[in-house]
Nanobody
Framework: QVDLVESGGGSVQAGGSLRLSCAAS?????MGWFRQAPGKEREVVAI????????EYGDFVDGRFTISEDNAKRTVSLQMNDLKPDDSGMYLC????????????????????WGQGTQVTVSS
């Protein structure tokens, strides 16, 4: 079992920035963020392979977000810049443990563990 505790999020105007963090209770294989807006599918935002620090980003990110990790603290952070109203939604931390089945880095099935989510609201 991996417990995930999220922090950050909130409300910001378009063009602003927010930082999300997620702390895991034990070592993970991959860790990062998905988001879900009302009426839309859950989509990947950014994932990092924690052992080697390799990041992957959803297509919509377009260089605006940066995911980073602090392995000593088992924490992953997502710096979001130049936010747009379409970025609004519930951001959920996701993680997989070593040995978990892998279906693709951008597939929610690959992540067995999920946080409660933190709301991001971007106003125009």
């Amino acid at each position: 079992q991996v417990d995930l505790v999220e922090s950050g999020g909130g409300s910001v105007q378009a063009g602003g920035s927010l930082r999300l963090s997620c702390a895991a209770s034990r070592d993970t294989r991959r860790m990062g963020w998905f988001r879900q807006a009302p009426g839309k599918e859950r989509e990947v935002v950014a994932i990092i392979m924690t052992a080697i620090g390799r990041p992957e980003y959803g297509d919509f990110v377009d260089g605006r977000f940066t995911i980073s990790e602090d392995n000593a603290k088992r924490t992953v952070s997502l710096q979001m810049n130049d936010l747009k109203p379409d970025d609004s939604g519930m951001y959920l931390c996701a993680a997989s443990a070593i040995g978990d089945p892998f279906y693709g880095w951008d597939t929610r099935r690959s992540y067995k563990f999920w946080g409660q989510g933190t709301q991001v609201t971007v106003s125009s």
